[in-house]
């Protein structure tokens, strides 16, 4: 009631406070519309091709879903059978694992080292950005099949560099069961490095050059300095590349297809690519959602977890 007599009072002592306030409304709503405007087939497109298969996926996995006949509801006995009868399920979630936990460091590695590497060398550091950066831009499909060339030639690049270095006789890389999953792996930290790289480089440059002059009058080390001044300053952006190199490891399928079809045995299957053999060659939609949403609870585990144990080693400036 107060407002209403402050705005009537306001409108009797000044027409215009009126006629400005009902402008900025019209502006307001103006612009609310072309927001909506903008944001409207994007919206549209996450609600069709998104959210709406996420949903039909989970009604899938509860249904003996076969691509052509006869539908059955089965409750849990996708996920049951999974976890019991599947023993192709059981060494595809360790294959996967197994890349996660050795890719993710790797890639990190690598990024890093290589970023705080250019950070002091000035001549051709752009150029060195561009290519290290190609093999992300590059189809990974054409690079499995480079790599697959390289891995299979007993005379070729690696064995020779393998020879070269180790001075012995590479192995037999795609044929062997303890072999396949790290060349996997290399091919795919290759592929993959570059984009951290450029994010890494970023938040290194980010960094005030005062910090590094305070830390040189302090006489500290090149290790203290990238210790408790680099990495520190430099946390959100490593969170936030290791939220995404672990999203993208849980789904590695093509370099596993192209390289090894899953084999020798099931030594290189990992989770999407059994999802892709159920769902494509066998046919059973439901199970293969089924996996997928497994899949997809595993990464939300984990991404939940990076997400609480962030506060203990990510640092925000304020």
Known sequence: MTA????????????????????????????????LAFLLPNGIGFLVFTLVPVIASLVISLYSWPLIGTRHFVGIANYRALFTKDSTFRAALLNTLYFVAAYTPLNIGVSLGLAL?????????R?????????????????????????????????????????????NWLSSPHWVMPAIIIMSVWQGFGYNLLLFTAGIHAVPELYYDAARVDGASAWHVFRNVTLPLISPSLFFGTVLTIISAFQVFTQAYVLTAGGPGTSSTTLVYWLFEKAFDDYALGYASAIAWVLFVIVIAITLLQMRLQRRWVHYEV
């Open 4 to 35: 209403l007599v402050e705005r009537a009072g306001l409108a009797g002592s000044n027409p215009g406070a009126l006629r400005g306030h009902g402008h900025r409304r019209r502006k307001e709503r103006s612009d609310a519309r072309a927001a």
């Open 117 to 125: 590497w250019l950070r002091g060398y000035s001549r051709g550091r």
């Open 127 to 171: 150029l060195l950005r561009v290519l290290f950066f190609v093999p992300v831009l590059t189809p990974l499909v054409a690079d499995s099949v480079v790599w697959s060339l390289l891995y299979t030639n007993r005379n070729g690049l690696i064995d020779e560099a393998v020879h070269a270095v180790f001075g012995v006789q590479g192995p």
